[in-house]
């Protein structure tokens, strides 16, 4: 029975191996890929305890990530030589936020792939943090024995493309350009931009005529 199982299990581990190499064989060449940068609100090491990200000698995972940020078709790129490494891997990228690549000239978010490395955690990180409790550590005692000073508030900035007529009126709703890496954030600035409507000073000619015209707009946020 044990022989069995063994074999069984072997079998699956072959199988998961060339489903991702499948996977893989659908992505475009290094050239094409980008290093991925987490969303600022998606701590890594609150996600996946037993990892952190690695620069080298490591599981590394190649995905797609869409204009929200949202990571798709993660497969291994380059294997850690461990299943379990690997497979954790691209189970944590599937839970992430990233930044979305932004296109050459006016920055409106596009899809891409982008690929980032993993490592395990050793002990000592996974004690001394184990569930991202050192970013929350205003308030705490440090390794001296001192109380910290109080964190200043996270920011987080989206830049907008805004379009007005003569009137100040909106001429078209408010487009990211360069998206938080937050899509709630996003959404909110694009919300603010278009509350604006009206009240947006026009711009003028040489002879002081409003005109019609467009402008970037960005508005930051701060986190407590």
Request: aromatic share 4%; hydrophobic share 40%; with cysteine.
């Given at each position: 029975?044990?022989?069995?199982?063994?074999?069984?299990?072997?079998?699956?581990?072959?199988?998961?191996?060339?489903?991702?190499?499948?996977?893989?064989?659908?992505?475009?060449?290094?050239?094409?890929?980008?290093?991925?940068?987490?969303?600022?609100?998606?701590?890594?090491?609150?996600?996946?305890?037993?990892?952190?990200?690695?620069?080298?000698?490591?599981?590394?995972?190649?995905?797609?990530?869409?204009?929200?940020?949202?990571?798709?078709?993660?497969?291994?790129?380059?294997?850690?030589?461990?299943?379990?490494?690997?497979?954790?891997?691209?189970?944590?990228?599937?839970?992430?936020?990233?930044?979305?690549?932004?296109?050459?000239?006016?920055?409106?978010?596009?899809?891409?792939?982008?690929?980032?490395?993993w490592r395990w955690a050793t002990q000592r990180?996974?004690?001394?943090?184990?569930?991202?409790?050192?970013?929350?550590?205003?308030?705490?005692?440090?390794?001296?024995?001192?109380?910290?000073?109080?964190?200043?508030?996270?920011?987080?900035?989206?830049?907008?493309?805004?379009?007005?007529?003569?009137?100040?009126?909106?001429?078209?709703?408010?487009?990211?350009?360069?998206?938080?890496?937050?899509?709630?954030?996003?959404?909110?600035?694009?919300?603010?931009?278009?509350?604006?409507?009206?009240?947006?000073?026009?711009?003028?000619?040489?002879?002081?005529?409003?005109?019609?015209?467009?402008?970037?707009?960005?508005?930051?946020?701060?986190?407590?």
């Amino acid at each position: 029975m044990r022989k069995s199982r063994c074999t069984t299990l072997t079998c699956a581990v072959l199988l998961a191996v060339q489903a991702n190499a499948g996977a893989a064989q659908n992505i475009p060449g290094s050239a094409s890929i980008s290093l991925a940068h987490v969303a600022w609100r998606f701590d890594p090491i609150r996600q996946c305890p037993d990892l952190r990200i690695a620069e080298d000698g490591a599981a590394l995972v190649v995905f797609r990530v869409g204009v929200s940020g949202v990571p798709s078709r993660a497969s291994i790129k380059s294997s850690s030589g461990s299943e379990a490494l690997d497979t954790a891997a691209m189970n944590c990228v599937l839970k992430l936020r990233f930044q979305p690549a932004t296109r050459a000239g006016d920055g409106v978010s596009v899809d891409s792939w982008q690929e980032i490395a993993w490592r395990w955690a050793t002990q000592r990180e996974q004690h001394r943090d184990p569930q991202g409790t050192a970013s929350r550590a205003a308030g705490k005692e440090n390794d001296a024995g001192m109380r910290p000073e109080s964190s200043p508030p996270k920011e987080a900035k989206v830049e907008l493309h805004v379009c007005s007529d003569v009137a100040g009126k909106l001429a078209q709703d408010p487009t990211v350009i360069r998206s938080s890496g937050d899509p709630g954030l996003d959404e909110a600035a694009v919300a603010i931009a278009k509350s604006g409507s009206g009240y947006y000073r026009p711009a003028t000619t040489s002879g002081g005529k409003p005109v019609s015209g467009c402008a970037q707009l960005a508005i930051e946020f701060e986190i407590e």
